[in-house]
């Protein structure tokens, strides 16, 4: 009976409605989800993961957060925490065996810092195993161009202009998914003398630095790049260029470990379906149970 109410809740994925199909109630269906959490939790076995990923999760409103740390090849949950601070990604190497900590070779992350103290305190050589997520990188160039734009857009518009209106999102696109109707307008704004157009194309020069495999000829493809921000004198750009240079070391492990956090995004979304479906969660460690059940 127990395995058939597990087999429900998985198809159901949530425990009202199994409760409605078997006529069970609440608790009865929450306490076998539980215990298959936990037998399912000490039958593992303690497989090393090569390549993992570490993102945070919104529990609530007013920054509640769950550390998720994911095996990027097996795209599984491997552990959670709660809170997004050193202690909570530490737990999970704590957790682990020192051979299963000399097993990983690269963790794709974004640039937060308690994650990367945690790291080089914890992780063997973890200095050489950041891979700053490049997708993070770029959103925090899509933020800086979206800040020129909506500048030169105020400044446009006090002149009577409305040259960028309705054009906040065409901005943000990479050139390639730049819807087909709306091609013909951008193509004549990216070629014009505009700022915007001037970082927008900064944004997409950087996305380059990804395809090498070389770390000599990222860093010479970086320096180049580097010299066009540092001429365009736009602070938004040039702050993230900033941050960028900062943490060049880690951005550019990427060229050994082409890893990024997509696996754990793709998480994200399946756990903010198991939120929404249950319309939130009162208690922090049934979420947990939740999440790692599905």
């Known amino acids: 009976m127990e395995r058939f109410v597990i087999d429900v809740l998985l198809a159901c994925q949530t425990v009202k409605g199994a409760c409605q199909l078997l006529n069970i109630s609440w608790d009865q269906a929450w306490h076998v989800m539980d215990r298959a959490v936990k037998r399912g939790t000490l039958r593992k076995e303690a497989i090393p993961s090569r390549l993992l990923g570490v993102d945070e999760k919104a529990f609530r409103k007013g920054h509640r957060y769950l550390t998720i740390v994911n095996d990027i090849e097996r795209g ?18 704590k957790s682990r065996t020192p051979e299963q900590l000399r097993a990983i ?3 794709a992350m974004d640039m937060w810092v308690p994650y990367v ?3 080089l305190e914890w992780l063997p050589l973890g200095k050489d195993k950041i891979v700053f997520d490049k997708f993070h990188v770029m959103k925090k160039m899509n933020e800086g161009v979206d800040k020129v734009r909506k500048e ?12 960028l209106s309705k054009t906040k999102y065409l901005w943000l696109y990479g050139e390639e998914n730049i819807p087909e109707h709306r091609q013909e307008k951008f193509t004549a704004l990216k070629e014009s003398t505009l ?8 944004k997409e020069t950087l996305r380059g630095l990804w395809s090498y495999k070389s770390v000599a000829w990222a860093k010479r493809f970086y320096a180049s790049w580097k010299k066009w921000v540092d001429r365009c004198q ?21 060229c050994k470990h082409p890893i990024t956090n997509g696996v754990a995004e793709c998480l994200n979304s399946k756990i903010m379906s198991i939120k929404r479906r249950a319309e939130g969660f009162r208690n922090v ?3 947990k149970t939740a999440i790692y059940f599905h």
């Open 76 to 93: 599984t949950v491997e552990f959670i925490s709660e809170n997004r601070e050193k202690a909570s990604l530490a737990e999970f190497y």
């Open 105 to 107: 070779e690269a963790i």
């Open 117 to 119: 103290q945690a790291i």
């Open 152 to 163: 030169e857009h105020r400044a446009l518009m006090a002149l009577g202009s409305k040259t």
């Open 195 to 202: 700022k915007t157009a001037r970082v927008w194309s900064i």
């Open 234 to 254: 736009l602070e938004p750009i040039k702050r993230v260029c900033a941050m960028i240079h900062q943490r060049l070391e880690n951005v550019l492990t990427y």
């Open 285 to 287: 460690e049934n979420f």
